[in-house]
């Protein structure tokens, strides 16, 4: 099925171990963005990539790197995880990184670290 | 900068009543504002869109929103509520530079029977 996809669903990290959260969408989309989600804060954006070889920061980049593989592939790493980052992650892409274009959403990662 | 204020972090009708999910926008640019709903545990999925035009947008499943410049509002409403309407409800802003959506905090519906 076409989409956004996003691996693993789950993961329980220990505080200061690492990992890279996978993102990959078949769309031919240009532009891929990485979001958290904390009940009550909505999503706030991490980082984004408004086209390959491009990467920014958004609004709560500190503690991730991200990683624009190729088109397709968008990915989110932890170098030294904390419990600060237990949310949940969402993957999402567009068109074009265009006002007026909305998001198609993977399905989450859920991520807690102890 | 860009922002949305979502009214009411919970709103519960019975089924068969009206929807009414509040937002107000800040922007200093014509904004370009989204309805997006999370069913639990799942991502989020494009009800509707304002960007250029009528001012009445449908979306899907029964949805629809009205900008209102003079109020900077956008907000949704259904006319009967359906237990399958319990969601988490995102109003959403995309940043003056159009690199990003800027999300409202959200809006739980529940529905009684």
């Known amino acids: 099925n076409a989409g956004v996809t996003q691996t693993p669903k789950f993961q329980v990290l220990k505080t200061g171990q690492s990992m890279t959260l996978q993102c990959a969408q078949d769309?031919?989309?240009?532009?891929m963005y990485w979001y958290r989600q904390d009940p009550g804060m909505g999503l706030r954006l991490i980082y984004y990539?408004?086209?390959?070889?491009?990467?920014d920061k958004g609004e709560v980049p500190n503690g991730y790197n991200v990683s624009r593989l190729n088109k397709r592939e968008f990915s989110l790493r932890l170098e030294s995880a904390a419990p600060s980052q237990t949310s949940v992650y969402f993957c999402?892409?567009?068109?074009?990184?265009?006002?007026?274009?909305?998001?198609?959403f993977g399905s989450g990662t859920r991520l807690t670290v102890v | 900068a860009q922002s949305v204020t979502q009214l009411g972090s919970h709103v519960s009708v019975s089924e068969g009543a009206l929807v009414l999910l509040r937002c107000n926008y800040s922007s200093s640019v014509p904004p370009y504002l989204f309805w997006y709903v999370q069913y639990p545990n799942q991502g989020l999925q494009l009800l509707l869109k304002?960007?250029?035009?009528?001012?009445l947008v449908k979306g899907i499943n029964g949805f629809e929103a009205e900008f209102k410049k003079s109020e900077t509002s956008f907000h949704l409403t259904k006319p009967s509520a359906h237990m399958s309407d319990a969601a988490e409800y995102f109003c959403v802003v995309s940043d003056q530079a159009g690199t990003a959506l800027i999300f409202g905090k959200g809006t739980t519906l529940s529905v009684s029977s």
């Open positions: 999402a892409s567009r068109l074009i990184s265009s006002a007026n274009y909305g998001y198609t």
């Open positions: 769309m031919n989309h240009n532009s």
């Open positions: 304002y960007t250029t035009g009528a001012t």
């Open positions: 990539s408004a086209s390959e070889g491009t990467t």
